[in-house]
């Protein structure tokens, strides 16, 4: 059983009459299991094989060879199975509508199954995630997790209909979607990406799909700990402004509460491998007199209904400005990541819809708060779509001519931060 | 085990207050010391009150101290509990099954609660939030709350030779005793024995044991 620790940063004083307090809580997993408390887990990839997966071809050779890759990376024992999308979802191994534990036979016979994909038909995305959750409906109390692989644009469903498939599905399996070449769109996949808390990215050559195939099975098989939520406590009174997962990527949970009590909510981060993430929590507090101390927030992760590790944000009132005016470091640094995604967002949707004066204003914003923040990742991806002349000023001009795949990363990608100080990665 | 903080209410943390967050003293019982509760006043200037008899072992009560020499129960908390019996509350899927309740969905999760129950009056229902003043002390208002249950639905009372009796106390919804379909009398006493349940609410089932 994996071990958590927690640290909070914050600076807990705050002056007279102030009410708002912020903290950043550091959340690591040592991910140590032993092979007997490894979670029970069951897998799912999801490949498109609408029409365009054809064109060029060896983008669904790619897939064909991808998927291959992330089957040899399940345990034995996992439970699995492949689904086929286009208009239509249909679970292509095994066929009679269950998952088969992972073993020599079962890998072998999937990958027979794999060879006889066909590249025809539309994109129904919703359907695909509504059988994954029946599917994983038949291994019940097993950790979850789908790989899902398109290259277009869910054409055959409404955004209602997908809004209503992800509602229904949250908390039930953790999905992470990879978009491969240009024509898919941003905006779409993030939304069931975090909708169903996983992640998303852009694969821009088929090739590179194997690789980060095996990475993300890999990853999911490193996961030692299955869902874990991050319970907050608040006084009477006190409202809370926002929760943010804040690091590696920014997050927002303020809306996935799910409430315990008229004092407790949860927040789901679901699984947990080796690693660690920042959240920013901010509370609104009733101001209290002069050298009075109290409990801002209380927040324990919690497995199941056991509490795996704590910590305590505070709020001290002082009438001693030098100690009250001190900005934390931390808070200050993923406020400046959240306004980058921000502005990176906002400048990609500008220049989309033509107003070149906000598009340049915000991604020069953009240049400046990661040259600041020293977030080279996201620095480099921006490059691709302005000329930047000062990074310290944030003057930039739009380039005339950018490749799609740039922009589409940089846009998939705006969310990845960087940790605080000086040679951070 | 509850502590009480600066603020008057009483804390199961006993960091910070768990209502209100004020930060409680480390190494004094009961916390907050600042704050003089009219309690005290009371025993301060009544001479009968001075003697009275700890309600937990009976010892006398030494002048106006608030904790009994004899076994350090607190004067100015709540009535002490009677040894062995308990009321245990949880959400009953077969009694929600009979019921049938339209409208009424059953809770996903809900944690076992205890009470001890107190020599004397033990009123079922729910309060209006906090604070109330007039909470009952079996009070199953905190979410996921039973919306069949009234706001003072019955009581449990302790008997002279020692058993508790229910009474409904003219609820909305009835109170039930075990397998029996049919609802008690409103304000009539039934005798319940150890590891009697009783269903009021939707779904909500309260064992009644002794422990």
């Given at each position: 059983?994996?071990?958590?620790?927690?640290?909070?940063?914050?600076?807990?004083?705050?002056?007279?009459?102030?009410?708002?307090?912020?903290?950043?809580?550091?959340?690591?997993?040592?991910?140590?299991?032993?092979?007997?408390?490894?979670?029970?887990?069951?897998?799912?990839?999801?490949i498109d094989t609408s029409g365009s997966m054809g064109a060029p071809r060896r983008k669904l050779e790619a897939a064909r060879k991808a998927t291959s890759v992330a089957i040899d990376c399940i345990r034995d024992d996992v439970a699995f199975g492949l689904i086929a999308g286009t208009e239509v979802a249909q679970a292509v191994y095994p066929t009679d509508g269950t998952l088969v534990p992972a073993s020599a036979q079962t890998r072998a016979d999937a990958k027979i199954a794999l060879r006889r994909l066909k590249a025809e038909g539309g994109t129904a995305i919703g359907s695909w995630l509504t059988l994954a959750g029946t599917l994983f409906a038949t291994v019940p109390g097993r950790s979850c997790h789908a790989i899902l692989l398109t290259d277009g644009e869910n054409q055959h469903e409404t955004d209602d209909h997908l809004d209503g498939v992800l509602s229904e599905l949250e908390g039930r399996f953790q999905c992470d979607c990879r978009g491969v070449g240009t024509d898919w769109k941003v905006s779409e996949l993030r939304r069931i990406a975090s909708g169903l808390l996983g992640s998303v990215d852009i694969i821009a050559k088929p090739e590179d799909m194997a690789g980060d195939f095996r990475t993300l099975m890999e990853t999911a098989m490193g996961k030692a700990t299955g869902n874990v939520s991050l319970r907050l406590w608040a006084p009477q009174g006190a409202s809370i402004a926002f929760v943010r997962q804040v690091a590696p990527t920014i997050e927002e949970l303020t809306d996935r509460a799910v409430q315990v009590n008229d004092l407790t909510a949860d927040y789901p981060t679901a699984t947990w491998g080796r690693e660690s993430r920042d959240y920013h929590v901010c509370i609104n507090v009733q101001p209290r007199d002069a050298g009075e101390e109290m409990l801002a927030?209380?927040?324990?992760?919690?497995?199941?209904?056991?509490?795996?590790?704590?910590?305590?944000?505070?709020?001290?009132?002082?009438?001693?400005?030098?100690?009250?005016?001190?900005?934390?470091?931390?808070?200050?640094?993923?406020?400046?990541?959240?306004?980058?995604?921000?502005?990176?967002?906002?400048?990609?949707?500008?220049?989309?819809?033509?107003?070149?004066?906000?598009?340049?204003?915000?991604?020069?914003?953009a240049v400046q708060l990661a040259a600041e923040s020293g977030n080279d990742g996201t620095m480099k991806l921006l490059q691709g779509v302005v000329e930047v002349d000062d990074a310290a000023t944030g003057t930039v001009r739009l380039r005339q001519n950018v490749a799609a795949v740039d922009e589409m990363s940089l846009d998939t990608r705006s969310t990845i931060t960087v940790r605080v100080g000086p040679g951070a990665t | 085990?509850?502590?009480?903080?600066?603020?008057?209410?009483?804390?199961?943390?006993?960091?910070?207050?768990?209502?209100?967050?004020?930060?409680?003293?480390?190494?004094?019982?009961?916390?907050?010391?600042?704050?003089?509760?009219?309690?005290?006043?009371?025993?301060?200037?009544?001479?009968?009150?001075?003697?009275?008899?700890?309600?937990?072992?009976?010892?006398?009560?030494s002048g106006d101290d608030r904790y009994c020499e004899g076994c350090g129960h607190d004067f100015l908390g709540p009535p002490p509990a009677v040894a062995g019996w308990e009321a245990i509350v949880t959400a009953d899927r077969a009694q929600f099954?009979?019921?049938?309740?339209?409208?009424?969905?059953?809770?996903?999760?809900?944690?076992?609660?205890?009470?001890?129950?107190?020599?004397?009056?033990?009123?079922?229902?729910?309060?209006?939030?906090?604070?109330?003043?007039?909470?009952?002390?079996?009070?199953?208002?905190?979410?996921?709350?039973?919306?069949?249950?009234?706001?003072?639905?019955?009581?449990?009372?302790?008997?002279?030779?020692?058993?508790?009796?229910?009474?409904?106390?003219?609820?909305?919804?009835?109170t039930m005793v075990n397998d029996d379909p049919a609802p008690i009398a409103p304000q009539t006493a039934v005798p319940l024995a150890d590891g009697d349940r009783v269903h009021v609410g939707a779904w909500t089932t309260i064992t009644v044991r002794k422990r």
């Open positions: 059983m994996s071990t958590f620790t927690t640290e909070c940063d914050q600076n807990e004083y705050l002056p007279l009459g102030g009410s708002e307090v912020n903290a950043i809580v550091t959340v690591t997993s040592d991910g140590a299991a032993g092979e007997t408390s490894q979670p029970e887990a069951a897998e799912i990839v999801i927030g209380r927040i324990s992760l919690v497995e199941g209904e056991e509490t795996r590790a704590r910590a305590l944000v505070k709020a001290i009132w002082t009438d001693d400005q030098r100690l009250s005016t001190q900005i934390n470091r931390g808070v200050a640094h993923y406020t400046g990541q959240a306004e980058l995604a921000d502005c990176i967002q906002e400048g990609i949707d500008a220049r989309r819809d033509g107003d070149l004066a906000t598009a340049t204003f915000k991604l020069g914003r | 085990m509850t502590v009480l903080c600066p603020h008057g209410h009483q804390s199961e943390t006993t960091d910070y207050c768990d209502q209100c967050g004020a930060l409680i003293v480390a190494g004094s019982p009961g916390g907050g010391t600042t704050q003089v509760l009219p309690a005290l006043e009371e025993a301060d200037t009544s001479p009968a009150v001075r003697r009275e008899p700890c309600p937990a072992c009976g010892a006398p009560r099954d009979r019921l049938a309740v339209s409208g009424v969905s059953f809770p996903a999760g809900y944690p076992e609660r205890r009470f001890a129950l107190a020599d004397g009056e033990n009123r079922i229902g729910r309060s209006r939030g906090q604070p109330d003043e007039n909470a009952p002390e079996i009070d199953l208002a905190r979410p996921p709350a039973d919306p069949g249950i009234s706001r003072l639905h019955a009581v449990l009372e302790r008997r002279s030779d020692g058993i508790y009796a229910l009474r409904d106390l003219g609820s909305t919804n009835g």
